[in-house]
């Protein structure tokens, strides 16, 4: 038996997927950690894993809601500074106070996404063995590619070469806060905390499929694509019945459990179901108000949750922010989709969704009800959308999902001799 503690960003983006990863361990007889804030404790608990909580002089009651509320409202650069300097702040906690905690609670290995840097950078200090997670986009540096969070296309020559390096500078421009606090404890505990690209040499699991990704040729032979992380827990439970599939054509709208407030953009798209003539079915997790959801259900069904893997199985298109475990669940089900990313790596997904063949994109920024109309259309009629789109469910049926992943993990871990890459 293994004990596995995990690091993460404390988000149901990153939780929910990681959960699977650790119920299915924990099916095999290990035992799994999350280590985090301990607000972070409610995104864990009677979910099949432990928790451990750290930095609770730095982040006490109510640290993390005050932390989701800065990311449901980017506000331009100024924002986005300020939260990546509160995401700094966090990884210079998890540096000071994680070692302490590891040892505390008998880890044996860790698991950490590859959106937390200190979850690499400790394991290491420590002599742990150490997994990365790709639960999102891979962050895996590579000039051919444009940088993770920007909406650039993919194209080849020198010039979009000389354009992607310009996009890394600013990239790390823009992570200075979190370079200078990796620097600082990385010289602390004698190591390169830049080493491998910041992930772990022995190992990482990604969620998504090759064919969502950009051609790349610098991959280490450790990264594994793969398939979606799900289980039976994972789906919420509903009373109300589900749409029928029958009927004019079912499309499915969700902004993710970040951007779930935004009223103004599902009015938008309802707006555009409407003179489409297709039925919308909204999913606002819990996050529009009764007044809101109201106005809404004029023009749509409105719910807080539904288990969306079912519903998707009877959609004909899906409007998605595309934030990745939604944009899986849809490509699972082979659904094409109108992408309409709103911050952070949503740009770089729809841009990689575009490249594939799945999507029509229209950023948040830009939306209206005309471009959503046309968009929407041309996803619905066009059959190229959705026979790209059951391309990739195909690639994806060929896996096994979170099972790969664990294997791949006990492989490493637990029998190392048997790895093989």
């Not at 994680?98 to 505390?104: K, N, Q």
Request: aromatic share 6%.
């Amino acid at each position: 038996m293994t004990h596995f503690a995990v690091v993460a960003p404390p988000l149901p983006g990153h939780y929910n997927p990681l959960l699977v990863l650790a119920r299915e361990l924990g099916a095999r007889g290990h035992r799994v950690t999350f280590v985090h804030m301990a607000d972070a404790a409610r995104l864990v608990e009677g979910k099949g894993a432990g928790f451990a909580a750290v930095g609770t002089r730095d982040y006490p009651a109510g640290a993390l809601d005050a932390y989701v509320n800065r990311l449901a409202k980017p506000t331009g650069l100024f924002g986005l500074l300020g939260t990546l300097r509160a995401t700094a702040a966090q990884t210079d906690m998890l540096c000071r106070d994680l070692p302490g905690v590891l040892r505390d609670i008998g880890a044996d290995a860790v698991i950490a996404d590859q959106t937390e840097a200190a979850g690499t950078l400790v394991p290491r200090h420590l002599g742990l063995p150490v997994i990365s997670t790709a639960t999102a986009l891979l962050l895996n540096r590579e000039v051919g590619v444009p940088p993770p969070f920007v909406p650039w296309p993919y194209e080849a020559g020198e010039k979009a070469l000389v354009r992607n390096k310009g996009g890394y500078r600013v990239t790390d421009f823009l992570m200075s806060s979190m370079r200078k606090v990796l620097v600082r404890h990385g010289s602390a505990f004698g190591l390169d905390p830049f080493a491998d690209g910041g992930f772990s040499p022995l190992l990482t699991v990604a969620q998504m499929p090759k064919g969502l990704d950009f051609p790349r040729t610098e991959l280490p032979a450790t990264f594994h694509y793969g398939s979606p992380w799900r289980d039976d827990a994972a789906i919420p439970a509903t009373t109300a019945p589900l749409p029928e599939a029958e009927g004019k054509p079912l499309v499915f709208c969700s902004l993710g459990t970040l951007q779930g407030a935004r009223a103004d953009l599902f009015r938008k798209v309802a707006l555009a179901a409407r003179e489409v003539g297709v039925r919308l079915l909204i999913a606002h997790g819990g996050l529009l108000s009764q007044a809101e959801v109201g106005r809404l259900s004029d023009l749509a069904e409105v719910r807080a949750f539904v288990p969306q893997q079912e519903v998707l199985k009877r959609c004909a298109a899906a409007v998605l922010h595309c934030g990745m475990n939604t944009v899986l669940d849809a490509m699972a089900e082979g659904v094409p989709l109108v992408a309409m990313p709103i911050a952070f790596e949503q740009p770089a997904t729809a841009a990689r969704l575009a490249y594939a063949g799945v999507a029509e994109v229209v950023p948040a920024g830009r939306a209206s009800q005309k471009r959503l109309t046309a968009a929407l259309r041309a996803v619905l009629e066009q059959p190229s959308y959705r026979e790209n789109a059951r391309r990739i469910a195909a690639e994806m049926a060929q896996g096994r999902g979170v099972k790969d992943a664990a294997d791949l993990i006990e492989a490493a871990v637990v029998s190392p001799a048997l790895l093989t890459v």
